[in-house]
């Protein structure tokens, strides 16, 4: 199984394709798609999940799989399962707290269903040569980039002044996400004139130059961690987290229950305020947000593993942690900063999943206290062969 897993990180086409049409997701297609999940590739139920005569042109994301080799199709299915899974753990009323977002998943459309791709071909744009369409297709709401302050503060920091006004310009730019890594320092080279911020890897020491809250993103990536684990039994294989921005407020008719301004704040106002400028002005101010998501190489566990094999599941789990260790303080650091951002970690992750796991079989409550101490013995294998971060 780890072969063939990462015989499909290394193989597959895994790209992101964005529609040039306008579309938006049926508001009920959340409802539908839940029926799916954990089943069998249902033709009569999938045909039925149509983004067709949508609108909203830049908040849908399109994923395509290359079909060859066969065995590799089912990839997008598994990350339509685990996706889902995540998606109602994160929406579970005991996790309001939670800072993390997942994207919605919209649809999933396979190669298949010829009247959906008949209707919505020519939306696409050219796509990579080694994709040919149709093809298994899984669409979701699109991560929101980073905001236009925290764009540029990454430029001044990675730019040479001659080059900053260039990558400013740049229109790739604004597609900016970036990847927190908390257990990798910077390796110094020379400044180029073709920065891109489209999946930026951040390093540790990099987000200690802008000042970036490190210590809360570590909390914020153990709760979300602990949620994958314990409420929507995810491995977390693979998944990827990244800083961008809060869900846009986009224009909905009702504007004020978008900016949800007071009677007291509405009487102070001046006669004839504009209040949609207010609206314009809230949305250019967007928070940064942690987001996870890729959940294409994570399988599901189930309750009775738990119980009757916790330490193979606890093995499993530290694996999966291992393989994706740019993204998680790593545990017997030498250096004070590293080794508090591991205590962070590792208390919000036992803290949030203790919470998850109040409602279940009590003999699961000390899975929590042993995939941390599984990850301090070091009982995954990590890339390297070691805890050690890498420049």
């Known amino acids: 199984m780890d072969d063939l897993r990462r015989?499909?990180?290394?193989?597959?086409?895994?790209?992101?394709?964005?529609?040039?049409?306008?579309?938006?997701?049926?508001?009920?297609?959340?409802?539908?798609?839940?029926?799916?999940?954990?089943?069998?590739?249902?033709?009569?139920?999938?045909?039925?999940l149509d983004l067709h005569e949508c609108s909203s042109p830049d908040t849908i994301l399109y994923r395509v799989l290359t079909p060859e080799p066969f065995s590799y199709e089912d990839a997008l299915w598994d990350d339509l399962k685990a996706h889902l899974r995540v998606k109602e753990a994160f929406e579970n009323p005991q996790n309001n707290a939670i800072h993390c977002g997942?994207?919605?998943?919209?649809?999933?459309?396979?190669?298949?269903?010829?009247?959906?791709?008949?209707?919505?071909?020519?939306?696409?744009?050219?796509?990579?040569?080694?994709?040919?369409?149709?093809?298994?297709?899984?669409?979701?709401?699109?991560?929101?980039?980073?905001?236009?302050?925290?764009r540029e503060a990454l430029i001044n920091n990675q730019c040479a002044a001659e080059y900053r006004q260039f990558a400013a310009a740049n229109p790739t730019n604004r597609d900016c996400l970036a990847r927190k890594y908390l257990c990798r320092r910077h390796m110094k080279t020379t400044p180029s004139p073709n920065l891109t911020l489209r999946n930026f890897n951040l390093h540790l020491d990099q987000m200690i130059e802008l000042k970036y809250p490190i210590g809360n993103l570590a909390t914020a990536i153990g709760e979300a961690l602990a949620v994958i684990h314990r409420l929507a039994n995810v491995d977390a294989y693979d998944i990827e987290f990244v800083l961008g921005s809060e869900t846009d407020s986009r224009y909905k008719h009702n504007v004020l229950s978008t900016l949800k301004p007071s009677s007291d704040?509405?009487?102070?106002?001046?006669?004839?305020?504009?209040?949609e400028h207010l609206l314009a002005v809230k949305s250019e101010r967007h928070a940064t947000?942690?987001?996870?998501?890729?959940?294409?190489?994570?399988?599901?566990?189930?309750?009775?593993?738990?119980?009757?094999?916790?330490?193979?599941?606890?093995?499993?789990?530290?694996?999966?942690?291992?393989?994706d260790d740019p993204y998680y303080p790593l545990p017997l650091m030498e250096n004070a900063l590293e080794h508090g951002l591991w205590d962070m970690f590792s208390n919000s992750h036992i803290r949030k999943a203790s919470e998850a796991l109040q409602a279940r079989d009590p003999r699961l409550?000390?899975?929590?206290?042993?995939?941390?101490?599984?990850?301090?013995?070091?009982?995954?294998?990590?890339?390297?062969?070691?805890?050690s971060w890498s420049p």
């Open 289 to 323: 947000r942690l987001w996870v998501f890729d959940f294409n190489l994570c399988h599901i566990w189930y309750q009775d593993t738990g119980i009757n094999h916790p330490e193979s599941l606890i093995t499993h789990l530290v694996e999966a942690f291992s393989e």
């Open 102 to 150: 997942v994207p919605k998943p919209f649809n999933y459309i396979p190669k298949t269903n010829n009247t959906w791709w008949e209707r919505n071909m020519s939306f696409f744009p050219t796509v990579h040569d080694s994709i040919t369409l149709p093809a298994m297709t899984l669409a979701s709401e699109r991560t929101p980039p980073l905001p236009t302050i925290a």
């Open 265 to 275: 704040q509405v009487v102070a106002m001046p006669m004839y305020t504009d209040i």
């Open 7 to 48: 015989a499909i990180q290394h193989s597959s086409e895994d790209l992101p394709i964005s529609a040039t049409s306008a579309l938006r997701a049926n508001i009920n297609l959340m409802n539908r798609l839940s029926t799916i999940r954990d089943q069998h590739h249902n033709e009569s139920v999938i045909n039925d």
């Open 365 to 387: 409550a000390c899975l929590p206290q042993k995939f941390i101490d599984g990850c301090l013995a070091g009982d995954g294998e990590s890339p390297e062969g070691n805890w």
